[in-house]
């Protein structure tokens, strides 16, 4: 926790308070764009000291706080704002506050849950005789956490993901499928070690089943505030059931790769990914770059424009390569019904392309989903 008083001593300068406190807040916006988040604990702690009615100041103080994870000192500052803002910054600085108290906590999980409706035109890409179709869809994401003491922000963590899908020809539910995660966080300077086991089971494209179990080790090290380099080792064992498209054996995969976040709402990435895929003694293994761009923009009303592009080039030991590009555009707005916080509608577009030398796939799928989502925190 940072106590506002400990900025005492920085704020004795000569200049007038209201010249001083525009300066700092414009600085204090400036470091957080810069990703250097905590350089703008300075400057809006003496616009504070000189103003303590900046509730403008006090709100983007709180955010800071609570993004250096002072979940605390966040909703101590938060606290203060109560019946001082308009009512859109009051329901952020409601969200906000909810967030961090439910952060706050030793034991804490959060999680969402939605349902909606998905259009495609052709979900197999080229490898089933497959038309337009359209699934209702639900899904719940959960992630439990719980700290380790004396660990200095290390925890125990599970995750857990569910989907279910009503397809058009169906009379039942048939795309029933998820991943349970569960690993350790244990940070060390700068290096994160993050050693974890998963089971999943989903349905394949011609009605089947594959699931898999393994485990395996991931790290991230932070070279700067804003770039940091990923390394992930997994192995694990699928097995099929009622399908013949996907194989069943034992599969490694090693990735290296390089994350940077050049701008606030830009998140670039580079990897290489290796893996090989023993199928009852018959070998196969590739080597892939893998790029991929996430960007985002927040509008003042409270609407998130976010989107995502993947490209990735698979090239087959023995021969053959495949080609995959991944394209997504979203939009959501949250609202509030019956009292009931939390909620948003997303509309996404997205569009795939596959071709591939291997098993001579050349497929390309556009779908359109519309969802209504439930965040949660506790």
Known sequence: MRPLATALLLSL?????????????????ASIAAGEVQAALAPLERILLARPEADDARLLYARTLYDLGDYEGAE??????????????AAYASDLRQSAVARSK??????????????????????LDAEDETAAVAGLDLRLEQ?????????????????????????????LGGALTFGFELPYADLTLIPYLTASSERTDDGGRLDAAGGGLALRYALTKTTGLTFDLERETRRQRDSDIRGEGDARRAEIGLRSRPMPGVLLGAAIAMEEFDAGGDALSYTAPELTLDASYAFDDGGLLFGRAIAIERDYEGGGD?????????????????????????????????????DARDGRNTSLEVTLLRNFEF
């Open 322 to 358: 495949e080609s995959i590009r991944d394209y997504f555009v979203g939009y959501a707005r949250p609202f509030t019904f019956a009292g009931l916080e939390g909620l948003s509608v997303q509309v996404g577009l997205r569009h795939e392309h596959r071709r591939s030398d291997f």
């Open 147 to 175: 700290e380790i003491a004396g660990l200095g922000g290390g925890l125990v963590f599970g995750d857990l993901r569910l989907r279910g899908a009503v397809h058009d020809e169906a009379e039942e539910l048939d795309g």
């Open 76 to 89: 101590r500052e938060l606290r203060l704002l109560e019946d001082r803002l308009g009512p859109s910054d």
């Open 106 to 127: 030793a034991f804490r999980g959060r999680g969402t849950v939605f349902a909606g409706i998905r259009a495609e035109s052709d979900p197999g890409l080229g490898t």
């Open 13 to 29: 300068t000569g200049a007038p308070a209201f010249a001083q406190g525009a300066g700092d807040l414009d600085a204090a916006r």
